[in-house]
Structures are given as structure tokens and as C-alpha cells.
């Protein structure tokens, strides 16, 4: 009898030690996602901050020194008017410095551009991708082929952004990192989906790693803005090995209340 009592409360004490773990780990686990929840808050505040000041800085470029550059371009085409009257050297260096105004103007006008393209709010995203794949392709010289669809339409504005920054962050890679001479990008658009893939044919990622697969390549800010932004728009990023190259794919949902491809570019 007394062993069986005995057994009867190591059984007891056993049950309620388990109970008291798992009651930890249930605590615990919440925890944690508590945590995720407001780092995955906080990173989607950052981005957003990003954003409106990319998009303040690109409007005093352009309201403040773009106004100066293009006074100061006017100021020199009326000098130059009376040019005869300067020395052969002074109208030389008149001149050198008129191209040289207009360079910074132009430089000035990229930059702003680049932080915050008029052109995704004011035509939509087909105009702003061809616009930065062009623009891209004469500065680093490398050649883009890019494909998109006739009827694409016009999505969301945090979809419009986040493609426009992940087509953006990935040619920059490509640049800095590749070595390649080429490069693809490609927009589809379904019912209920789009998808967006980047390709090089460069040098690669070594060993076939996968970037975002928790291997010992760890991914660098640019990559993990793009896999935030994919994430709060409840899609999905993969950076993974072609061959030759490496190849970027984002996947992000529609609304289902959103118009079909065609209708969207219609309205367009």
C-alpha cells in the first residue's frame, strides 16, 4: 500500500511539474510572438519613415537647389549673350561652366527622382520601372531586358512602391555585385497575384546558397527591406542561385475586391 501511494504522488508531482512546463513554454511562445509582432511593427513604421523622408528630401532638392541651379543657368545664358565681350579664355570658361551648371541640374534631378520618382504617383508603375530601368542601363551600362505585361494596370500604392524598390534594391546588387553585363526584369500580373522577378548572369551566390534561408550568408539592409515590404503586403521573397547568376522573385497577393489586369489598365 505504501508503495502504491508513494507512486501515486511521483505520478502527482510528476503531472504537475509537466503541467508547470508546458504552462512556461505556452508563456514563453507568447512571449515571443508578442516580440515579433512589434519588431515586424516597428520595421514596418521604418520603412514607412523611410519613405516619407525619401519623398520630403527628393521635393527640397528639387523646390530649393533645383530653383538655384536653374536661376544660376539663367544668369550664365545672359553673360554668355555678351560673350564677345570677355577674352577668348573668360568666354571659354563661361561656357565650361554654363555644361558644367547643366550637368549638376540634370545629376540633381536623378537623384531626386531616384528617392522618390514622380513618376509612380503621377503615371503608375510601367512608367516608373522603364523610366529607372533606363536610366540604370545608361549610368552602369548594363544592358536590361525588361517585360511587362500590356495590361498590368495600376495596383495599390504600397504595391506600386514596394515593386518599384524591389526592381531598385536588386539592379543596385546586380551593379555593385555580379559582374554581369545583363540583366532581366519581368512584372506579371494574374487575378490574384503579381510577380516580379529579377535575374543576372553573373558570378552568383557561392556554393548555392540561399540567402534568406538562414545559412551563413546573411542577408544585407537592402535585402531585408525588400523582404519586409513583401511581408507586410502578406507576400512572399526568394533570392535563390540560377545558372549562371542569381535570380530575385517576390510574389504579392491582389485584393480580391481589386479590378482584373485588364480592367485595371483601362482604367489606366
Avoid at 544585407?220 to 523582404?227: A, K, L, N, P
Amino acid at each position: 500500500a505504501a508503495d502504491i501511494t508513494e507512486r501515486k504522488l511521483a505520478e502527482a508531482e510528476l503531472r504537475a511539474a509537466h503541467e508547470t512546463l508546458e504552462m512556461r513554454v505556452r508563456e514563453r511562445t507568447a512571449e515571443a510572438a508578442r516580440a515579433e509582432k512589434g519588431l515586424r511593427t516597428l520595421s514596418a513604421r521604418l520603412l514607412q519613415v523611410q519613405d516619407e523622408e525619401r519623398r520630403r528630401i527628393a521635393r527640397e532638392l528639387h523646390d530649393s537647389a533645383g530653383q538655384m541651379l536653374v536661376a544660376l543657368d539663367l544668369d550664365l545664358y545672359t553673360v554668355l549673350h555678351e560673350a564677345s565681350l570677355l577674352s577668348p579664355a573668360g568666354a571659354e570658361a563661361l561656357e565650361r561652366g554654363l555644361a558644367t551648371v547643366q550637368e549638376m541640374s540634370k545629376e540633381l534631378r536623378t537623384i531626386s527622382h531616384l528617392l522618390h520618382p514622380p513618376l509612380l504617383d503621377e503615371a503608375g508603375l510601367p512608367s516608373a520601372i522603364r523610366w529607372y530601368v533606363e536610366g540604370f542601363a545608361d549610368r552602369s551600362k548594363i544592358e536590361v531586358k525588361l517585360n511587362l505585361p500590356a495590361d498590368l494596370g495600376r495596383l495599390s500604392h504600397d504595391q506600386e512602391l514596394a515593386i518599384f524598390r524591389i526592381v531598385q534594391e536588386s539592379l543596385t546588387n546586380i551593379h555593385r555585385h555580379s559582374g554581369s553585363s545583363t540583366a532581366e526584369v519581368s512584372v506579371a500580373r494574374s487575378d490574384t497575384s503579381v510577380k516580379v522577378e529579377i535575374r543576372d548572369f553573373g558570378r552568383g551566390m557561392p556554393n548555392g546558397a540561399d540567402i534568406l534561408s538562414g545559412g551563413s550568408l546573411r542577408p544585407g539592409v537592402g535585402v531585408q527591406g525588400m523582404r519586409e515590404r513583401v511581408r507586410q503586403l502578406g507576400g512572399r521573397l526568394e533570392i535563390r542561385p540560377a545558372d549562371p547568376g542569381t535570380i530575385v522573385v517576390a510574389h504579392l497577393p491582389i485584393a480580391a475586391d481589386a479590378p482584373p489586369a485588364s480592367k485595371a489598365a483601362e482604367a489606366n
